[in-house]
């Protein structure tokens, strides 16, 4: 029995052993199954560390992550001092701290860490740190070299050296992608004219799979396999050349010396910031992009679920960073269903990364808290002959729980007398990646006469949009607009909301607003407010926008998948209201099919 039983585990091994081996090839290139043996190769990992102290924590972890697959690892660090700052003296700190607690650490997997100072402000010097990188790998007697820089974010370290050899391609790539609607400059993306960029682009998108020739453009990640005798005699044999002398980019040498260049995206790789020529030396925008880029990856999990932050190096002693922003504002409240804590955490995780200080505020839950006693105790009225224009129903929980979170957060704004302003964020908030600068900006204009600003809306009438008229660059007026998630507001526009005593007439939150800046289409419903004054104005283009919207995958509605109220006299009162259950995902579904601009509520 006990030999059969260990039979039938070898047989199973042996079987999950083929299994995984096996190669399938879906779309693209076939890649080579035949990987060559590492015992008795060796590896180089050769990165250029820049004066961006902020990227180094992150960067520094996925090191210690990094495993080695041949018989020695080595890593080379070339730190660039270019420009003479104090940021330059904190990244030479951190890098240097790092290394000497590696070398004590049981992370440490390299057969040596070297530190290399590094100046390159010229063509002719990037040159001179090719040869340099071929000439160490000659003497290293390398089989692998691995040619990167710090701003890169690796998702799987611990794989990526295994598996870029397993591709036994001579020149390669692995696909980096950036935030959403951006590229890298794997392909030159941004460049929507270039010859290739239809194929490339389903590439970048993975819609082909595979590792695929490509004509040049790389620069974030090389890989090189000197297994490839061309190789070898391209950039190893010849290094001292003219060859590499007159050309510092490594695709071009290749395509010259007829080498093919792959680049590799069956698996996820990870990323690297969106990079544009305009933008490369200025470092205020190559910070908001690498920012921003943490913030999303946050974004794409499974189904558009969530994914815990990237992780940073406990290795080092990172000062805490200057004190958290509020813009100038006396508070931003994020509204948060108690239940949504996975919105909560991802948020908390956002904030600390954009360095902002924030306060939850416990939302309204229509679902589970608001009853008739609740109702009654706040005196609550529904507006006369309300009914949603795009589900044809009166108002439901939901709703009611989402304009008692805002009514509430507007009334302690006035309790605590918060001259400032304040900012008001829900929990599916998505940041644009110059959405710190652009609010700076406006708010720092004191000059500004202003009771609410929309920093994300759903236009519901393009062809009202004055898009012309802008103030002070980024805001407009806003035309009949829904959506509240995220604005900011006065003092005397709070106070304006609250004169109106809204609850007694009650109708959505994104209905109301547009009332009281008095573009609303419906002139029965803004009959029942009087002081229509709200001065309002708009960012355009938004800069914030929903996580998820209507029909994509893991989109939930808190406030559309509650009960519907009814009312039994049709007019202000709302007594023992009846409860009807409602099929809103069929309902929304036929809306879409049939409405022109749907309420896209979340």
């Known amino acids: 029995m006990k030999n059969q039983l260990v039979f039938i585990l070898v047989f199973f091994f042996f079987l999950i052993t083929f299994i995984h081996a096996k190669k399938y090839h879906l779309f693209g290139e076939n890649e080579s199954s035949t990987v060559s043996s590492t015992n008795d190769q060796r590896l180089l990992v050769d990165i250029d560390i820049y004066n961006r102290a902020y990227a180094l924590p ?12 041949c018989s020695q690892c080595y890593l080379d660090f070339h730190l660039y001092r270019v420009f003479n700052t104090t940021i330059e003296n904190e990244t030479s700190r951190l890098l240097h701290e790092w290394v000497s607690a590696m070398k004590k650490s049981d992370q440490f997997v390299f057969t040596t860490i070297t530190i290399h100072e590094w100046t390159a402000q010229s063509k002719d010097d990037r040159a001179n740190r090719l040869s340099d990188a071929m000439k160490r790998s000659s003497v290293l007697d390398v089989t ?31 696909l980096l992608r950036s935030t959403k609607n951006m590229y890298t400059s794997t392909f030159y993306l941004n460049d929507q004219e270039a010859s290739g960029f239809d194929t490339y682009k389903k590439i970048y998108d993975r819609k082909r799979l595979g ?12 890989f090189f396999n000197f297994n490839h005798p061309k190789m070898r005699n391209v950039f190893l044999i010849n290094r001292n050349s003219k060859e590499i002398q007159q050309h510092y980019a490594i695709d071009v040498i290749a395509r010259e010396n007829s080498i093919p260049s792959y680049v590799c995206n069956r698996e996820v790789f990870g990323y690297i910031p969106a990079q544009f020529s305009e933008t490369l030396h200025d470092e205020a925008i190559i910070y908001d992009l690498y920012i921003h880029t943490l ?128 900012l008001i964020l829900e929990d599916d908030v998505r940041f644009d990646v110059y959405f710190k600068y652009k609010l700076e900006k406006i708010l720092s204009n004191s000059s500004l006469d202003w009771d ?47 004169d109106e005593n809204p609850i007694q007439k009650i109708l959505p939150v994104d209905e109301f607003l547009p009332i009281m800046y008095d573009h609303h289409p419906n002139s029965s419903w803004k009959s029942h407010f009087t002081n229509r004054k709200l001065k309002a104005y708009a960012f355009h283009p938004s800069i914030l926008t929903p996580t998820h919207y ?29 409860l009807v259950s409602v099929d809103v995902a069929a309902t929304q579904k036929r809306l879409e099919e049939n409405a022109r601009m749907q309420k896209d509520e979340l």
Not at 212 to 220: E, L, Q, T
Not at 331 to 354: C, G, K, M, P, S
Not at 465 to 493: D, K, Q
Request: hydrophobic content about 35%; glycine content about 6%; overall charge negative.
């Open 452 to 498: 609410i600003l929309f920093l994300g809306r759903k236009i519901m009438r393009p062809n009202e949009e004055n898009y012309e008229n802008t103030i002070e660059t980024f805001l407009i007026e806003p035309s009949y607009s829904h959506w509240t998630v995220g604005y900011a507001l006065s003092l005397r526009g709070a106070r304006m909301l609250i």
């Open 58 to 69: 992150y960067f520094l972890r996925q090191l210690e992550q990094f495993t080695c697959p």
């Open 550 to 578: 209507f029909g994509e995958p893991n989109y939930v509605s808190d406030t559309e998948n509650t009960q519907i109220l009814e009312q039994n006299d049709g007019k202000t009162s709302l007594p023992a209201p009846e």
């Open 295 to 422: 913030i999303e990856h946050q974004l794409n999990g499974p189904s558009q679920t969530y994914l815990p932050p990237i992780s940073r190096t406990s290795l080092i002693h990172v000062p805490l960073s200057k004190e958290k922003t509020k813009f100038g504002l006396d508070e931003i409240y994020v509204i948060n269903l108690v239940r949504r804590t996975d919105r909560r955490e991802r948020l908390q995780a956002t904030f600390d990364i954009l360095n902002m200080s924030v306060r939850f505020f416990d939302a309204v839950d229509g679902k589970y808290t608001i009853d008739q006693a609740y109702l009654e105790r706040l005196n609550v009225r529904l507006l006369p002959n309300y009914e949603d224009p795009y589900n044809q129903r009166p108002m439901n929980y939901g709703e009611l729980g989402c304009f008692f979170s805002h009514y509430f957060i507007w009334q302690d704004m006035i309790k605590n007398e918060y001259s400032n302003g304040i």
């Open 211 to 222: 590792c695929f020739s490509i004509n040049g453009g790389i620069k974030d990640f090389y």
């Open 144 to 174: 692998y070299l691995a040619m990167f820089d710090s701003m890169i974010i690796l998702l799987e370290p611990e794989k990526i050296l295994s598996i870029l050899i397993s591709k036994d391609k001579p020149l390669i790539t692995p």
